[in-house]
């Protein structure tokens, strides 16, 4: 009876101790595909930050108000503006 119960332990142990593994694997599997998902997005944050920083340099923003815009823009005396009374 006594060699039953310790056969039974160590099949027992055996069994947990896949079961366990089994699922360290399948959280380490998890762990790693979310980390690649973080890496790629940093990567996409750090490109949008850098285009944000390149595009909005003053001389850059001057360039393209340039080369789009044209003649579009002038410059406005602020004594000129009047007020518009929307409540007529």
Do not use: A
Not at 32 to 51: A, H, N, R, T, Y
Request: no cysteine.
């Amino acid at each position: 009876m006594k060699k039953y119960i310790i056969l039974f332990g160590i099949i027992f142990l055996i069994i947990t101790t896949s079961i366990i593994k089994s699922s360290t694997r399948q959280l380490e599997k998890n762990i790693f595909i979310l980390e690649q998902q973080v890496k790629i997005l940093e990567e996409k944050f750090d490109f949008l930050l850098l285009e944000n920083d390149y595009l909005t340099t003053p001389e850059r923003l001057i360039g393209l108000k340039e080369k789009i815009f044209n003649d579009k823009f002038f410059p406005i005396n602020p004594k000129d503006t009047k007020k518009i009374d929307t409540n007529e």
